[in-house]
């Protein structure tokens, strides 16, 4: 993929990984249909016929992951760039080496700083034992400046209830949301990135958005507001993941799809008859080289080895949690730092 020079410069198919522009590494969108649970937050049904461990068949709608039992991703480590986890629907059990934990979901969103190490576990608890437990959720990868690839990891939450919204309506009475998960959309700012991030410089121009919008809803999106001498070195990038279809400036991007758009141009959006949801990653290339082995992002080859002499000599600090495979039992939504103290 490259940067646009036109107003729509390039459409593309998502998969289950959608491609990404440099300062994005990788965007997953997980969507699992998962059944009533056991009791004991693992799937109410037989898992015969799925290849536990490893489990990314989507056998009747639904993922077990590497989970065993409860869905989801074991412990497993990061270093050299951020993980941001929005969660829509359904809940995620967070536990890390640093000794932080948290229950998230319904529309909280999750940063970490991994820089010089961190290890962690993501499952997925099935609370209902009555009706059915669907998970939504979106791991977009952001890089990480070379010089700030060793820093201190670091842990925190986005609160949905506090992550800013803006409803339009147009003429006809029909309305778009957006939802400002990281930068700004018009006089909105989402919540604070973690220190250290590329998010943090103000010349990255860091944008995610989730949009909204009801079927045939007419919208803008802004073109990009900063100083001219710098607006064609930002990327924007738009991923229309459900409903039918978006058209931009009367352009057809139908679902399922990503489009590459000019970020000087402000785009009339119309949803499609079935309305439309987008992802809108928007940043300031780094410009740097990437070497990635895996779950280790760094400059060069020398530094990916170095990653996995560390990993195996320290574990990067080793796990503090009784099991590789954490969960909350059945706990409320919750975040608590490694000292204990709550994540407010």
């Known amino acids: 993929m490259t940067p646009p020079s036109a107003k729509i410069a390039q459409t593309f198919a998502l998969g289950p990984q959608w491609p990404t522009i440099d300062p994005f590494l990788f965007c997953a969108h997980h969507l699992d249909a ?3 649970g056991n009791g004991s937050l693992a799937p109410n049904v037989a898992l015969t016929g799925r290849q536990i461990g490893s489990d990314f068949a989507g056998i009747d709608g639904w993922n077990m992951y590497h989970g065993n039992n409860v869905p989801g991703f074991p412990q497993h480590p990061h270093r050299g760039f951020e993980t941001i986890t929005y969660v829509r629907t359904g ?4 536990t890390d080496s640093l000794g932080a934990s948290a229950r998230f979901g319904e529309g909280d969103t999750q940063w970490i700083t991994s ?5 962690h576990a993501e499952m997925f608890p099935l609370l209902n034992t009555d ?8 791991q977009i990868w952001l890089n990480l400046p070379a010089a700030n690839k060793m820093v201190d990891p670091y842990f925190t939450m986005h609160w949905g209830d506090d992550t800013p919204k803006i ?3 147009d003429n006809d009475g029909r309305t778009t949301t957006v939802t400002v998960l990281a930068g700004t959309y018009g006089s909105a700012a989402g919540q604070s990135p ?5 998010a943090s410089n103000p010349d990255s121009d860091i944008s995610i958005l989730h949009i909204s919008a009801e079927a045939g809803a007419i919208s803008s999106l802004p073109g990009y507001s900063s100083p001219a001498a710098h607006e064609h070195d930002v990327v924007r990038t738009l991923y229309v993941f459900g409903g039918s279809w978006v058209t931009l400036d009367g352009q057809r991007v139908a679902s399922g799809t990503g489009a590459v758009v000019d970020t000087s141009h402000t785009f009339q959006l119309e ?3 079935e309305g439309v949801e987008i992802m809108l990653l928007q940043g300031r290339p780094l410009g740097e080289p990437v070497a990635q082995y895996g779950p280790f992002v760094m400059n060069t080859e020398a530094e990916i080895r170095a990653a996995f002499d560390d990993y195996r000599a320290t574990e990067f600090g080793g796990w503090p949690w009784p099991t590789n ?4 039992g059945q706990s409320d939504r919750f975040a608590r730092y490694a000292d204990g103290r709550p994540v407010t």
Do not use: M, Q
Request: charged letters at 25%.
């Open 34 to 36: 998962y059944p009533a």
């Open 91 to 94: 809940r995620c059990d967070h």
């Open 115 to 119: 820089g010089k190490g961190i290890v």
């Open 131 to 138: 009706e059915p437990n669907p998970l939504e959720l979106f």
């Open 167 to 169: 409803t339009t309506t």
């Open 194 to 198: 973690p220190p250290d991030s590329w």
């Open 271 to 273: 949803a499609g008859d």
């Open 325 to 328: 495979d954490p969960d909350h």
